[in-house]
């Protein structure tokens, strides 16, 4: 035959009370956990989709920067802004000063 070994069973109220208490914050927790962590899940897609969409907008930005920047770089460009400005691209420098710093005409 086996020797069975009894558990020892709390003999106060007080005891009894902590260990309800305890099991009663367990089962609670263990049902909670889920969702907490369904609910951070989903914020974090939030954010994720809003951090998405600003790094759409700013690529956007860049790229609508660089077709400024090859735009504003072509020979044609520069010969048109040459002659509004009235530099000639092909064109001889004037003089606009005369050597020894004189002004005289």
């Given at each position: 035959?086996?020797?069975?070994?009894?558990?020892?069973?709390?003999?106060?109220?007080?005891?009894?009370?902590?260990?309800?208490?305890?099991?009663?914050?367990?089962?609670?927790?263990?049902?909670?956990?889920?969702?907490?962590?369904q609910?951070?899940?989903?914020?974090?897609?939030?954010?994720?989709?809003?951090?998405?969409?600003e790094?759409?907008?700013?690529?956007?930005?860049?790229?609508?920067?660089?077709?400024?920047?090859?735009?504003?770089?072509?020979?044609?460009?520069?010969?048109g802004?040459?002659?509004?400005?009235?530099?000639?691209?092909?064109?001889?420098?004037?003089?606009?000063?005369?050597?020894?710093?004189?002004?005289?005409?």
């Amino acid at each position: 035959m086996s020797v069975s070994e009894k558990i020892p069973l709390p003999k106060t109220n007080k005891a009894i009370v902590v260990i309800v208490s305890l099991a009663v914050v367990a089962v609670v927790s263990g049902l909670m956990t889920p969702l907490y962590l369904q609910n951070r899940i989903n914020s974090l897609y939030s954010k994720y989709r809003k951090l998405t969409e600003e790094v759409v907008f700013l690529e956007s930005d860049v790229m609508r920067l660089e077709l400024k920047i090859n735009q504003l770089s072509t020979l044609e460009h520069l010969r048109g802004y040459a002659e509004q400005t009235g530099l000639g691209l092909n064109a001889l420098p004037v003089k606009i000063k005369g050597e020894g710093g004189s002004y005289e005409q």
